[in-house]
């Protein structure tokens, strides 16, 4: 008991008297120690701003996929992603799909909660002598709020006679409203005119703001009834068409759409579906994919220039073991076993390291704040990042300074103390 | 008293350098009692640095006993050795040898912390130690704020503070002036007058002249053993 309290108040000792140490011997050494530091500063700060640059995307995009409805499935012609030209042209020369096909999904497809059709297109509007480019217009129906998300802010959506009835009604998004009558309350907007290419509409509604995602403002769009849209827009364009199912029928549901499309389309049993089912599942999977890539990246990166420091560190402890020599001798005569020599040297090449994972995760993140500023991309780190950071790098410290210090150890004490 | 301190019988300690083997220590025998103070003395080459480096518990002989406060020190692993050093012996070197980042008092504390002494003990027991050596309002200074004869006494307060049974000096006074050398000498006989056992090896006659008694080691073997005078005295007579 006494003898393990004895090696204990010891080891104690030798740590804080290590660390003393080598804080001193750090401080002693200031230029050295910073370009010593430099290389793992550079690793762990490019992982770090990578790192976060990515945990920002995933944030985004996650809220913002959650917004699309999650329990949708899009019936479209085109898959949203599409491998090969071949598989672009075979889609291109298939039918369009057109309202036999949503009437009928909308009265056969028991399994949905709502189904929307939706067109879109790139117009200009005008409005009270503003006039905004490339707005994303949408025409859709009443169920498009159960379908894609989103909340009305002021005045009302479209009802289900503004498709019926093709009324020149619309609901602007966010960013629509706000720069066509930039300054005014949403209630006060209802009522106006907008002309969306020459065609004037009624705004019957505004949207709650979505935000932007990877960039794109989800906001500058206008809704119109898609029958309107049909008249006024053109009608020669595929419908997409947008089926809400329960939660946990989704599987379900995407078999019951794909037999009513099939009759409807009179697809022969021995030819593929001429028609897709998009979720937007498979930009999750996509999405994962891509940052998976950029994570093995920043990894790649990340150790290698954590080799590269170390090796740094490495060298400079060796200096360090040479320079110290005496020293190291002084203690050993005093009664340090080579157990206290390797302590001390792993303290000091340890601390360098997680110096420099501290300076490097800073500047990581600052520079991933400044990325977030100055372009769409958003940033946020997780702390597990930033403990990851300092582990590694304080882990590399103790890897290469290993060496060195057990050097320093088998020094022995007679030649250690006549070195000059 | 009792038991000799040390006890030292036909130690060897040779060396292979190049082809050629080097008897460094040939042969050595001779006992040391508790309170002694002895010099021991020789030509560079002689065999007292290697002699000291085994009385030190630095290094292990080739053949031969070596008995320290009644352990025998061969065959000690590097660790054991380690803690020998720490409890047994205190160490004064010619170039002081104080660590240069490290106050007075921190150094002084050093090898309580090797043998794991608490921290407030420590404190106490370096303070004491410095006291005793006249450097009580030194001990925040640093190596480099402190003069030789100063920096001397921290390493014999650094020496005593563990409270060993041989304090082993190694030329203290080669690198001090002949006024501060005198200073330390004169501490040394003070802490000789107190109970400790010392051990001074040096090649100045002037000092083993001091000294109660004095062995003298040649070509590796020791060829005289008498009072510090005599000793001193025909070494001149030689040279």
Sequence with gaps: ?420 | MGDPLIVVEELHRHYQVGGELVRALDGVSFEVARGEFVAVVGQSGSGKSTLMNLVGCLDTPTAGVYRLNGSEVAGLSDDALADLRNREIGFVFQTFQLLPRATALQNVELPLIYRGIPRRERRARAEAALHAVGLANRMTHRPNELSGGQRQRVAVARALVGEPSLLLADEPTGNLDSATGEEIIRLFGELHARGHTLMLVTHEPRLAARCPRALRLSDGQLVADGPGLEIAAAGTVRA
């Design chain 1, 1 to 420: 008991m006494r003898r393990m309290r004895e090696g204990l108040t010891r080891l104690l000792g030798e740590i804080a008297e290590g660390t003393r140490i080598a804080v001193f011997a750090l401080l002693g050494a200031r230029l050295r120690t910073s370009l010593t530091t430099l290389g793992i500063v550079i690793g762990v700060m490019t992982v770090i701003a990578i790192v976060a640059i990515i945990q920002g995307l995933d944030v985004a995009f996650e809220a913002q996929i959650a917004n699309l409805g999650a329990h949708t499935v899009h019936v479209s012609k085109f898959a949203w992603l599409v491998r090969g030209r071949g598989a672009w042209w075979e889609m291109r020369n298939r039918k369009d799909l057109g309202r036999r096909e949503l009437e009928v999904v909308e009265r056969e497809a028991s399994l949905a909660t709502a189904v929307s059709p939706q067109v879109r297109t790139r117009a200009a509007l005008t409005a009270a002598g503003h006039q905004l480019e490339g707005v994303l217009v949408i025409g859709t129906n009443d169920r498009y709020l159960d379908t894609n998300g989103g909340a009305v802010a002021s005045g009302r959506f479209l009802a289900g006679t503004d498709a019926d009835l093709s009324r020149p009604t619309a609901v602007l998004g966010f960013t629509v409203a706000e720069r066509l009558f930039p300054g005014i309350p949403g209630e006060t907007t209802l009522h106006r005119k907008v002309r969306i290419g020459a065609r004037p509409y009624t705004v019957i509604g505004t949207m709650a703001r979505r935000g932007k995602l990877l960039g794109f403002d989800l906001d500058n769009m206008v809704l119109i009834p898609y029958t309107t849209f049909q008249r006024d827009l053109g009608a020669r364009r595929s419908l997409d068409i947008a089926v809400a199912a329960a939660p946990g029928s989704l599987e379900a549901l995407q078999d019951q759409l794909v037999s009513i499309l099939r009759r409807v389309r009179q697809v022969p049993p021995e030819k593929k579906d001429d028609f897709a089912l998009n979720r937007q599942e498979q930009f999750l999977r996509m999405y994962g994919q891509l940052t998976g890539a950029l994570y093995a990246v920043a990894l790649g990166v990340g150790l290698i220039t954590l080799v590269v420091g170390g090796i740094g560190i490495m060298n400079i402890m060796l200096v360090s073991v040479t320079e110290r020599t005496r020293e190291i001798g002084v203690r050993r005569a005093l009664g340090a076993r080579r157990r206290t020599i390797l302590l001390q040297f792993l303290i000091e090449s340890s601390l360098v390291a997680a110096l420099g994972g501290a300076i490097g995760t800073a500047l990581g993140l600052s520079v991933a704040q400044l990325i977030a500023l100055l372009t769409p991309l958003a940033a946020a780190v997780k702390p597990s990042a930033v403990v990851l950071g300092l582990g590694f790098s304080a882990g590399a410290g103790l890897l290469f300074g290993s060496w060195p210090a057990w050097r320093a150890a088998q020094l022995d004490p007679v030649e250690a103390l006549r070195y000059e």
